[in-house]
Every structure is written in C-alpha cells, then in structure tokens.
T-cell receptor
Framework: QAQLVQSGAEVKKPGASVKVSCKAS????????IHWVRQAPGQRLEWMGW????????KYSQKFQGRVTITRDTSASTAYMELSSLRSEDTAVYYC??????????????WGQGTMATVSS | QSALTQPRSVSGSPGQSVTISCTGT?????????VSWYQQHPGKAPKLMIY???KRPSGVPDRFSGSKSGNTASLTISGLQAEDEADYYC???????????FGGGTKLTVL
C-alpha cells in the first residue's frame, strides 16, 4: 500500500539547518505532489510548502520563504525539506503529506510518520 | 495570514452528534469549495476525513460529513464513538498567493 516514511529525529543548534527526507513507496512518485506541514508542541498544523514531484516546481509559505527549500529525487522516490537559520521556535514535528493530485487545491491523503526536530543550544 | 477559526473544544456523549465549525473569509473558505478535515490522535499523524467540503475518502465511516455555508465550513460526526476522541483540523485552499491555511484545531472529547 502507498506510504511515506520519513527520516529520524534531529537535534540542531540555533543557526544550523535541518534536512528531512520522505521516501514514498507503493505508488508512482511523480504523479502526486508532496506537501510539508509542521506542528510545534501542542500547537496547530502549519503548512510550509509544496513540490510538484513530476517537474520539480515548488511553492513556499510566505512565512518560510527564504529559509525553506523543498527538493525531490525521482530516482529514489524521495522528497526533502531543508530549513535553515534554525531558531528555538522551529522545534516541531515535521510531516510530509501526499497530495491527492498535483493541484494546490488537492487534499493530503497520505502522511508520513513525522520527524521531530529539536533546536537547542 | 491568520489561521482559520475553530472552537478550542467540543464534547458529546457516545451515540450523540457533534458539529465542529471552521470560520474563514471570502479569500479562503468562502471563496473555494476546497475545504478538508483531518483527525489527529495524540502522537499520531493526521488522517484525512473529508475533502472538497463534502467528500469522504474510502474507508472513512459515513458518520463523518462535511458542509459549508458562506465563510464557515462544518464537520459533523454522528453516532459518536469513543475512538472519535481526537483533535480535528480544518484546512482550506486560500488562493494563489497563500495557497493553504489550517484551522487552529478542535479537541473532541467523548464523555
């Protein structure tokens, strides 16, 4: 069955970068877009950005523009999210989620298990 | 852009119905029929329950239904069961600039 498996927990110092991977299996990777969503402890879900896995086009939330980079490796059926200039407020669980299509209006039907990233000096 | 507005908590007894509201603006909820709802149990990833305002993915019980009126979308859960106790988040397309916006989340307690 279709699934997304993310990389393991990370601990980073303020100012560093974190890169989270999201490996897809059980479906054709390039047919469905991938979104990245984060959730700080006890807080709401927050959309970070999107990648069209077919052509590599990306769209980022204005909040993270300039700090986030989403890429993909089609040969590995894997998407990546890198967040730079980390601060304590970036401590959160980071999720990748498959879109039901490639339109920005499509919902997120399959989610990764989440990757906890802790930013601490 | 601010989050969509949801009640912090709702509750109901087993077998009852509850409705969770999600209020936005004409630039998001009211402007498009692209509202989705996600259920999240503690420590787990979210699960898609409703998409395109009213559509239910395969495998989601028909006790879950969605609707929209103006700038407010709603998720109704009928025949409440203990396993429905979770956090629920609404999500809407918000146009070509913002794209995606989530609600603040609602904690459902089954009494």
């Amino acid at each position: 069955q279709a699934q997304l498996v993310q990389s393991g927990a990370e601990v980073k110092k303020p100012g560093a970068s974190v890169k989270v991977s999201c490996k897809a299996s059980g479906y054709t990777f390039t047919i469905y877009a991938i979104h990245w969503v984060r959730q700080a402890p006890g807080q709401r879900l927050e959309w970070m950005g999107w990648i069209n896995t077919g052509n590599g086009n990306t769209k980022y939330s204005q909040k993270f523009q300039g700090r986030v980079t989403i890429t993909r490796d089609t040969s590995a059926s894997t998407a990546y999210m890198e967040l730079s200039s980390l601060r304590s407020e970036d401590t959160a669980v980071y999720y990748c989620a498959r879109s039901t299509g490639v339109r920005p209006t499509d919902a997120f039907d399959i989610w990764g298990q989440g990757t906890m990233a802790t930013v601490s000096s | 852009q601010s989050a969509l507005t949801q009640p912090r908590s709702v509750s109901g007894s087993p077998g009852q119905s509850v409705t969770i509201s999600c209020t936005g603006t004409s630039s998001d909820v009211g402007g498009y029929n692209y509202v989705s709802w996600y259920q999240q149990h503690p420590g787990k990833a979210p699960k898609l329950m409703i998409y395109d305002v009213t559509k239910r993915p395969s495998g989601v019980p028909d006790r879950f239904s969605g609707s929209k009126s103006g700038n407010t979308a709603s998720l109704t859960i009928s025949g409440l069961q203990a396993e429905d106790e979770a956090d629920y988040y609404c999500c809407s397309y918000a146009g070509s600039y913002t794209w995606v916006i989530f609600g603040g989340g609602t904690k459902l307690t089954v009494l």
